[in-house]
């Protein structure tokens, strides 16, 4: 004859593993349902990707308005966006600073540029363009006040 006390220790145990075996079934299930969800992120983040990127590809500065009247608008420097994004003066400005041997002052860029250096009115708009590429990532401008491109 069995005896009642190591039956009634096999029935726990059995009931423990049973019920230890539903919680880990749950928790599988639940595992995989968020690995799913996970799967459909990432296939969503990957599209998502491909079509910010075809955008920004073909995206071009587009004039705004400020005060009535319109303006080019200088977009912030990011991975993957070249200069041919900038309007043509931007160009030839950040091109010229490329070029120099060094850091340049505002007044050797308005040379390169054919800018009229003797005439204040003329540079400070120079100047002004200088100022917006730095704060758009697109140059760095040095404590001497001389300007460089980005590293």
């Known amino acids: 004859m069995l005896d009642p006390e ?9 009931a423990e593993l049973d019920e230890l075996e539903e919680q880990l079934a749950k928790q599988l299930a639940e595992v995989r349902a968020e690995r799913d969800e996970l799967a459909v992120a990432e296939r969503v983040l990957e ?3 491909v079509q910010f990127a075809e955008e920004r590809a073909s995206a071009r500065p587009v004039p705004g308005q400020v005060a009535g009247q319109t303006v080019m608008l200088i977009p912030h420097r990011e991975p993957g966006t070249d200069e041919s994004m900038l309007p043509p003066d931007y160009q030839r400005i950040i091109t010229a600073v490329r070029q120099a041997a060094g850091p340049i002052m505002a007044r050797e860029v308005g040379e390169v540029v054919g800018v009229n250096i003797s005439v204040k ?13 730095v704060d758009r990532g697109g140059l760095r401008k040095l404590p001497d006040g001389r300007f460089t491109t980005r590293l």
Do not use: D, H, Y
């Open 6 to 14: 190591l039956l009634e220790r096999i029935t726990a145990q059995r």
């Open 47 to 49: 599209r998502m990707t």
């Open 121 to 133: 009115a003329k540079l400070e708009p120079l100047r002004s363009k200088l100022v917006r590429l």
